[in-house]
């Protein structure tokens, strides 16, 4: 059996069929034409004018929720929020005014979305993790944060993603069910930090004058605070050195400039003091062998 049998059969009659399809259509737009087209202008005319109040509707509340002192990532996060659902009304009134039964459209959107929903698994859960970082707030825009296996400053929170700025400049984008999915460490949410080094001197090294120059070095150092008081002791008499825990408490944002600055000053003062760093040494013996 050839395909033209199959067409056969399928449709018995095609030319009957188009002719009565073209009276259809000559017959709809002789009786409905102007207004269908009436109403595709109006359509038209009602979402571009619904497009546009929707966008000054969003820049209105942006500004209410700047004015108010909103968090700025909370900011961005609202407005697309408000843009995309009042957009979406738009679209519907649009259709409804073209003749489009919305009911029924609803419904069809309604078993489309669930689909959607289906296989859209994870952009669902990035959209859900991203109102959970909004509403709970573990951090805002500005702060250094480790989440999602990366470090960096966090510079937006949009409705999938959370968009953060490395230390070398990088732009690294996370999607936010792994940043809620682990742990979140945010080194901007407290005003000060304590900065932890280990500092290990050798046995043959005299100890308290070890720790008279730990001392003033920190007391040198105009950016770390006196309360809480900095701790410079003996924490451990190591395998080959006595190590000293030297902790000084400073603003977070001068953290990563003091640390760098005292470890470069205990090393030169070691140096001039005469004191020992100790390290991993080998002793390596070679014995002739007689041929």
């Given at each position: 059996?050839?395909?033209?049998?199959?067409?056969?059969?399928?449709?018995?009659?095609?030319?009957?069929?188009?002719?009565?399809?073209?009276?259809?259509?000559?017959?709809?737009?002789?009786?409905?034409?102007?207004?269908?087209?009436?109403?595709?202008?109006?359509a038209?005319?009602?979402?571009?004018?619904?497009?546009?109040?929707?966008?000054?509707?969003?820049?209105?509340?942006?500004?209410?929720?700047e004015?108010?002192?909103?968090?700025?990532?909370?900011?961005?996060?609202?407005?697309?929020?408000?843009?995309?659902?009042l957009?979406?009304?738009?679209?519907?009134?649009?259709?409804?005014?073209?003749?489009?039964?919305?009911?029924?459209?609803?419904?069809?959107?309604?078993?489309?979305?669930?689909?959607?929903?289906?296989?859209l698994?994870?952009?669902?859960?990035?959209?859900?993790?991203?109102?959970?970082?909004?509403?709970?707030?573990?951090?805002?825009?500005?702060?250094?944060?480790?989440?999602?296996?990366?470090?960096?400053?966090?510079?937006?929170i949009?409705?999938?993603?959370?968009?953060?700025?490395?230390?070398?400049?990088?732009?690294?984008?996370?999607?936010?069910?792994?940043?809620?999915?682990?742990t979140?460490?945010?080194?901007?949410h407290?005003?000060?930090?304590r900065?932890?080094?280990?500092?290990?001197?050798?046995?043959?090294?005299?100890?308290?004058?070890?720790?008279?120059?730990?001392?003033?070095?920190?007391?040198?150092?105009?950016r770390?605070?006196?309360?809480?008081?900095?701790?410079?002791?003996?924490?451990?008499?190591?395998?080959?050195?006595?190590?000293?825990?030297?902790?000084?408490?400073?603003?977070?944002?001068?953290?990563?400039?003091?640390?760098?600055?005292?470890?470069?000053?205990?090393?030169?003062?070691?140096?001039?003091?005469?004191?020992?760093?100790?390290?991993?040494?080998?002793?390596?013996?070679?014995?002739?062998?007689?041929?």
């Open positions: 059996m050839n395909l033209l049998s199959l067409l056969a059969q399928a449709v018995p009659d095609p030319v009957g069929q188009l002719a009565a399809f073209k009276d259809e259509a000559v017959e709809f737009v002789r009786t409905n034409g102007l207004q269908f087209v009436l109403n595709l202008v109006l038209i005319v009602v979402y571009y004018i619904g497009k546009a109040i929707t966008g000054v509707i969003t820049r209105i509340i942006r500004r209410m929720l004015r108010a002192k909103v968090d700025g990532i909370l900011v961005r996060f609202v407005s697309n929020i408000v843009y995309y659902v957009l979406a009304v738009v679209a519907m009134a649009a259709l409804d005014r073209l003749g489009v039964e919305t009911t029924s459209l609803t419904a069809v959107l309604a078993a489309g979305s669930f689909a959607v929903g289906m296989a698994q994870g952009s669902l859960g990035n959209f859900a993790a991203g109102v959970m970082l909004i509403v709970f707030r573990p951090f805002k825009m500005g702060d250094f944060v480790e989440a999602g296996g990366t470090a960096g400053v966090v510079e937006e949009s409705i999938f993603h959370t968009i953060l700025r490395t230390p070398d400049n990088r732009r690294v984008i996370v999607p936010n069910s792994t940043v809620t999915g682990g979140i460490t945010n080194n901007s407290n005003p000060t930090r900065i932890d080094l280990v500092i290990g001197c050798g046995y043959g090294d005299d100890l308290l004058a070890v720790k008279s120059f730990l001392n003033d070095v920190i007391e040198e150092e105009p770390i605070l006196d309360d809480p008081e900095p701790t410079v002791a003996v924490s451990e008499l190591g395998e080959s050195s006595v190590n000293f825990i030297v902790r000084p408490w400073v603003q977070s944002s001068d953290y990563a400039a003091v640390k760098y600055d005292l470890i470069e000053r205990i090393k030169l003062g070691f140096d001039q003091r005469g004191f020992n760093f100790p390290f991993p040494s080998r002793d390596v013996y070679t014995h002739p062998v007689e041929a």
